[in-house]
């Protein structure tokens, strides 16, 4: 790995003024700083519940296209009305990064919000209090021993407490810093025992300020503003972490010290930062960083936690009290799905007879297991390498309006965890991007939106694609992934047109080093039979033919091998994967056959392509209906999964991406066809032909790209998908370029190419580009019930190699279609 991190740091000046160059030509500093001293940008946002939703939504300023010192009165507006906003520094770092909303949603209602700098606006806000962080500790006395005694409170924006420092030695108002809302509020003991404790509250405003200040007894006991509700013991209270050592909690006690900051305190967002220094844990000394934040309204705390090193795992989850009833949330759901673990009951220090809820939500993907101790419930959380990102919460019934049963703290769990995995939909157009897409498409442009994005991702990813780096798209160790060798061959087809001596290489080390002295591939199996794991052999091939090393042969035979043996449907169709048993995916068709065309070209006088041909039309005859034209997500001979037509085997959805790989794998499968094997392209033609027929019928007509889901553009949720877009330009403009569609369609080429362009490049202030709104993953079964919503659930994220790749190889195919003229 270190030869592709000494490439990259290389390329960084190389790269910096490549996208310079390509943005110049659209734009000039003095257009971009007066675009940022008036509109920013326009926010549409639309709400994918089927009911009213309050959210959060934060805008980086680099998204908005705009550096710190251009940001200081941004101004949110919506029909002429102010929305609530606050400037935060999100990544703790002491200087503001990002502009953070508070909107107020109908069921399945859009709006539209514009972001200005608008000083007198700005000043103007006068938003009450509705959050708060603080630390408070006593100064003017002194210590004796471990206790400090005499001394008044005095409110600091950071603590870090002395050696002698532990529980109960009356330094630290309520013994730690504070978070809360208007609606709860939390300690945490800075201390050995890293207790999370709740402090209900009945005033509806802040109430930390007030908590005691006369000592150490008063909020353990009622008051007009409310009390300290739970005995936290030595648990992990309301929604702590520590390490599971296989029996037990092991709280984040054994450490050599810790420092505490409030990183904001304002009147819509708060947030604490913990850090703890060397850690002892699990064999290991860490440093580990405990980011929490809170936002008006909401119960919720956001917490980020990032170790030093990696951790095998989290512990997280709350304490175990009588009287209690365990919660727990669905975990057969898509891994991006967020779901809980609860307790219920009478578990307050009241001394009545009130109920307190509390839970701890995450992904299901990081869930390990669910488990206990003698003194928790427990999640079991895997980071992702250094970092977890979970929320805890607690729900009084004594706050103003409080949830009072254990029915209705369920049913706010299940809307708080839809918030999480549904996020709001997303279309942010800035003055800084918007200025460098004006003008027409040119075959120039169209390869400088490709150059800059391919750059982007240079710094960003790719040299990290190589073994032994990480894949930040999913956050684990690279591996022999379909989605390497689609973003690597998109550099290849760019570089056939902008060569670049320095990617290419990045391009032959990211390959090489998955290939063993002997052949192997490092992190592939063959007896897994993934068939997505033949996608990356295209691009090992090209390497072999630049440079047929003995050992590049070997790895492409073995992944021939897999073919051999990969198992397949009655019919002759191979199954998705061998876990996946009886299923063809629209996916697969992509992922096997050009592999399969491009090796028996090259090494077996075309032998199989009757093989290549025969899945595509087992894949016609399974998957099309009959009646759009399009194509159904995936198909299970055996009828057995529960996403599939107990009648036909078929999935519900026509899904854009799924039907965008189909739309790849023929044109390029043809390209290895010869042309006087004309029955067995004709098939092959024929598809392309029928296929964008009806991709036009459901193509945005405003917009020109597609839907996540094709079929139904109005349904609640539904959002222009970036992948899928890009994977059809590349279909029509390729297909188009080599004859295989009308030239009818260059038109619907261009327009989808263009739509690319407008809807999902985002500029930034350093003029690198980010490609959005990207479905991040999408599949059936193992929690995936192929439902419309369930489509919806997963995230929508940017820049991954799904999109990236159609994207700069549609760029390419388009510059050739406009150079033609």
């Given at each position: 790995?270190?030869?592709?991190l000494?490439?990259?740091?290389?390329?960084?000046?190389?790269?910096?003024?490549?996208?310079?160059?390509?943005?110049?030509?659209?734009?000039?500093?003095?257009?971009?700083?007066?675009?940022?001293?008036?509109?920013?940008?326009?926010?549409?946002?639309?709400?994918?519940?089927?009911?009213?939703?309050?959210?959060?939504?934060?805008?980086?300023?680099?998204?908005?296209?705009?550096?710190?010192?251009?940001?200081?009165?941004?101004?949110?507006?919506?029909?002429?009305?102010?929305?609530?906003?606050?400037?935060?520094?999100?990544?703790?770092?002491?200087?503001?990064?990002?502009?953070?909303?508070?909107t107020?949603?109908?069921?399945?209602a859009?709006?539209?919000?514009?972001?200005?700098?608008?000083?007198?606006?700005?000043?103007?806000?006068?938003?009450?209090?509705?959050?708060?962080?603080?630390?408070?500790?006593?100064?003017?006395?002194?210590?004796q021993?471990?206790?400090?005694?005499?001394?008044?409170?005095?409110?600091?924006?950071?603590?870090?407490?002395?050696?002698?420092?532990?529980?109960h030695?009356?330094?630290?108002?309520?013994?730690?810093?504070?978070?809360?809302?208007?609606?709860?509020?939390?300690?945490?003991?800075?201390?050995?025992?890293?207790?999370?404790?709740?402090?209900?509250?009945?005033?509806?405003?802040?109430?930390?300020?007030?908590?005691?200040?006369?000592?150490?007894?008063?909020?353990?006991?009622?008051t007009?503003?409310?009390?300290d509700?739970?005995?936290?013991?030595?648990?992990?209270?309301?929604?702590?972490?520590?390490?599971?050592?296989?029996?037990?909690?092991?709280?984040?006690?054994?450490?050599?010290?810790?420092?505490?900051?409030?990183?904001?305190?304002?009147p819509?967002?708060?947030?604490?930062?913990?850090?703890?220094?060397?850690?002892?844990?699990?064999?290991?000394?860490?440093?580990?960083?405990?980011?929490?934040?809170?936002?008006?309204?909401?119960?919720?705390v956001?917490?980020?936690?990032?170790?030093?090193?990696?951790?095998?795992?989290?512990?997280?989850?709350?304490?175990?009290?009588?009287?209690?009833?365990?919660?727990?949330g669905?975990?057969?759901?898509?891994?991006?799905?967020?779901?809980y673990?609860?307790?219920?009951?009478?578990?307050?220090?009241?001394?009545?007879?009130?109920k307190?809820?509390?839970a701890?939500?995450?992904?299901?993907?990081?869930?390990?297991?669910?488990?206990?101790?003698?003194?928790?419930?427990?999640?079991?959380?895997?980071?992702?390498?250094?970092?977890?990102?979970?929320?805890?919460?607690?729900?009084?019934?004594?706050?103003?309006?409080?949830?009072?049963?254990?029915?209705?703290?369920?049913?706010?769990?299940?809307?708080?965890?839809?918030?999480?995995?549904?996020?709001?939909?997303?279309?942010?157009?800035?003055?800084?991007?918007?200025?460098?897409?004006?003008?027409?498409?040119?075959?120039?442009?169209?390869?400088?939106?490709?150059?800059?994005?391919?750059?982007?991702?240079?710094?960003?990813?790719?040299?990290?694609?190589?073994?032994?780096?990480?894949?930040?798209?999913r956050?684990?160790?690279?591996?022999?992934?379909?989605?390497?060798?689609?973003?690597?061959?998109?550099?290849?087809?760019?570089?056939?047109?902008?060569?670049?001596?320095?990617?290419?290489?990045?391009?032959?080390?990211?390959?090489?080093?998955?290939?063993?002295?002997?052949g192997?591939?490092?992190?592939?199996?063959?007896?897994?039979?993934?068939?997505?794991?033949?996608?990356?052999?295209?691009?090992?091939?090209?390497?072999?033919?630049r440079?047929?090393?003995?050992?590049?042969?070997?790895?492409?035979?073995?992944?021939?091998?897999?073919?051999?043996?990969?198992?397949?449907?009655?019919?002759?169709?191979?199954?998705?994967?061998?876990?996946?048993?009886?299923?063809?995916?629209?996916?697969?068709?992509?992922?096997?056959?050009?592999?399969?065309?491009?090796?028996?070209?090259?090494?077996e006088?075309?032998?199989?392509?009757?093989?290549?041909?025969?899945?595509?039309?087992?894949?016609?005859?399974?998957?099309?209906?009959?009646?759009?034209?399009?194509?159904?997500h995936?198909?299970?001979?055996?009828?057995?999964?529960?996403?599939?037509?107990?009648?036909?085997?078929?999935?519900?959805q026509?899904?854009?991406?799924?039907?965008?790989?189909?739309?790849?794998?023929?044109?390029?499968?043809?390209?290895?066809?010869?042309?006087?094997?004309?029955?067995?392209?004709?098939?092959?033609?024929?598809?392309?032909?029928?296929?964008?027929?009806?991709?036009?019928?459901?193509?945005d007509?405003?917009?020109?790209?597609?839907?996540?889901?094709?079929?139904?553009?109005n349904?609640?949720?539904?959002?222009?998908?970036?992948?899928?877009?890009?994977?059809?330009?590349?279909?029509?403009?390729?297909?188009?370029?080599?004859?295989?569609?009308?030239a009818r369609?260059?038109?619907?080429?261009?327009?989808?190419?263009?739509?690319?362009?407008?809807?999902?490049?985002?500029?930034?202030?350093?003029?690198?580009?980010?490609?959005?709104?990207?479905?991040?993953?999408?599949?059936?079964?193992?929690?995936?019930?192929?439902?419309?919503?369930?489509?919806?659930s997963?995230?929508?994220?940017?820049?991954?190699?799904?999109?990236?790749?159609?994207?700069i190889?549609?760029?390419?195919?388009?510059?050739?279609l406009l150079?033609?003229?």
């Amino acid at each position: 790995m270190a030869r592709i991190l000494f490439g990259k740091t290389l390329l960084s000046l190389s790269i910096a003024t490549l996208i310079s160059a390509c943005s110049q030509q659209n734009s000039s500093p003095a257009q971009t700083d007066t675009a940022a001293q008036n509109n920013i940008a326009t926010l549409d946002l639309s709400n994918p519940s089927d009911h009213a939703r309050t959210d959060t939504v934060l805008l980086p300023y680099a998204d908005l296209g705009i550096a710190p010192a251009q940001a200081t009165a941004l101004v949110a507006q919506t029909g002429g009305n102010v929305i609530p906003s606050q400037l935060i520094d999100h990544n703790g770092d002491g200087e503001k990064d990002t502009l953070l909303l508070q909107t107020e949603l109908a069921a399945a209602a859009s709006q539209s919000i514009t972001i200005s700098n608008n000083p007198a606006l700005f000043a103007a806000q006068q938003l009450p209090k509705r959050t708060q962080a603080e630390i408070s500790r006593k100064t003017g006395g002194q210590w004796q021993g471990e206790k400090y005694i005499g001394g008044r409170f005095e409110n600091v924006t950071e603590v870090t407490p002395p050696p002698q420092y532990t529980d109960h030695s009356e330094w630290i108002r309520y013994e730690g810093p504070g978070i809360e809302s208007d609606k709860v509020g939390y300690r945490i003991y800075l201390d050995w025992r890293n207790g999370f404790d709740v402090f209900g509250n009945k005033t509806g405003a802040p109430v930390l300020h007030k908590v005691g200040l006369d000592g150490y007894e008063s909020y353990h006991h009622m008051t007009d503003w409310g009390m300290d509700l739970l005995k936290v013991g030595k648990s992990l209270g309301a929604g702590g972490y520590g390490y599971w050592d296989g029996q037990q909690v092991q709280l984040v006690s054994k450490v050599s010290g810790h420092t505490a900051k409030v990183i904001e305190n304002g009147p819509l967002y708060s947030a604490l930062q913990i850090q703890y220094k060397d850690w002892q844990i699990a064999g290991k000394t860490l440093q580990l960083t405990a980011d929490l934040s809170m936002t008006a309204g909401s119960r919720l705390v956001h917490t980020r936690l990032t170790t030093s090193e990696i951790l095998d795992n989290f512990a997280v989850g709350l304490v175990k009290l009588p009287k209690t009833r365990l919660l727990q949330g669905k975990l057969d759901i898509p891994g991006h799905s967020w779901t809980y673990l609860a307790t219920w009951g009478e578990q307050t220090l009241t001394g009545g007879n009130d109920k307190l809820g509390m839970a701890v939500l995450f992904k299901r993907g990081d869930n390990k297991a669910i488990t206990s101790d003698a003194s928790s419930h427990v999640a079991v959380l895997e980071p992702s390498g250094t970092e977890l990102e979970y929320y805890f919460l607690s729900a009084w019934d004594g706050e103003p309006g409080g949830i009072k049963t254990e029915a209705e703290f369920v049913a706010y769990l299940q809307q708080e965890v839809e918030k999480l995995t549904l996020a709001p939909r997303k279309q942010l157009k800035t003055a800084l991007s918007q200025q460098q897409k004006t003008g027409p498409m040119t075959a120039q442009k169209a390869l400088d939106w490709s150059e800059r994005l391919a750059a982007s991702e240079m710094q960003r990813q790719t040299p990290y694609y190589a073994f032994g780096g990480w894949d930040y798209e999913r956050g684990r160790p690279s591996k022999w992934e379909y989605t390497t060798g689609l973003q690597l061959q998109a550099y290849d087809e760019l570089l056939k047109l902008r060569p670049n001596p320095e990617w290419q290489q990045v391009l032959t080390d990211v390959i090489d080093s998955f290939i063993t002295a002997d052949g192997d591939i490092r992190s592939y199996k063959l007896t897994n039979f993934n068939i997505d794991s033949l996608n990356t052999g295209n691009m090992l091939l090209r390497e072999y033919q630049r440079n047929p090393k003995p050992q590049y042969k070997q790895a492409l035979d073995l992944l021939r091998k897999q073919l051999a043996e990969h198992p397949r449907t009655s019919d002759g169709a191979f199954w998705h994967k061998k876990i996946y048993p009886h299923q063809l995916w629209l996916d697969g068709v992509y992922m096997g056959m050009p592999f399969l065309s491009n090796y028996t070209t090259a090494f077996e006088q075309g032998h199989a392509l009757d093989e290549v041909v025969k899945e595509f039309t087992i894949s016609r005859a399974k998957l099309r209906d009959p009646v759009t034209g399009l194509y159904y997500h995936g198909w299970d001979e055996a009828k057995a999964q529960n996403w599939a037509d107990k009648n036909t085997g078929l999935a519900s959805q026509f899904w854009g991406r799924g039907l965008g790989w189909l739309a790849m794998a023929l044109v390029d499968v043809l390209d290895t066809i010869p042309v006087d094997q004309t029955a067995l392209r004709q098939p092959l033609l024929d598809m392309s032909a029928e296929l964008a027929e009806a991709l036009v019928k459901v193509q945005d007509a405003k917009t020109g790209v597609w839907y996540q889901i094709l079929d139904k553009p109005n349904a609640t949720g539904n959002y222009l998908e970036s992948s899928g877009s890009s994977m059809f330009a590349y279909f029509f403009a390729k297909g188009v370029n080599n004859g295989y569609l009308d030239a009818r369609y260059k038109d619907t080429a261009i327009k989808a190419y263009q739509g690319l362009v407008n809807e999902f490049v985002l500029v930034h202030p350093d003029n690198s580009v980010s490609l959005t709104n990207t479905c991040q993953v999408a599949g059936l079964g193992f929690g995936r019930d192929g439902s419309y919503r369930y489509y919806m659930s997963e995230p929508v994220i940017r820049n991954d190699a799904k999109a990236n790749g159609p994207f700069i190889m549609a760029g390419v195919q388009v510059a050739r279609l406009l150079s033609a003229n």
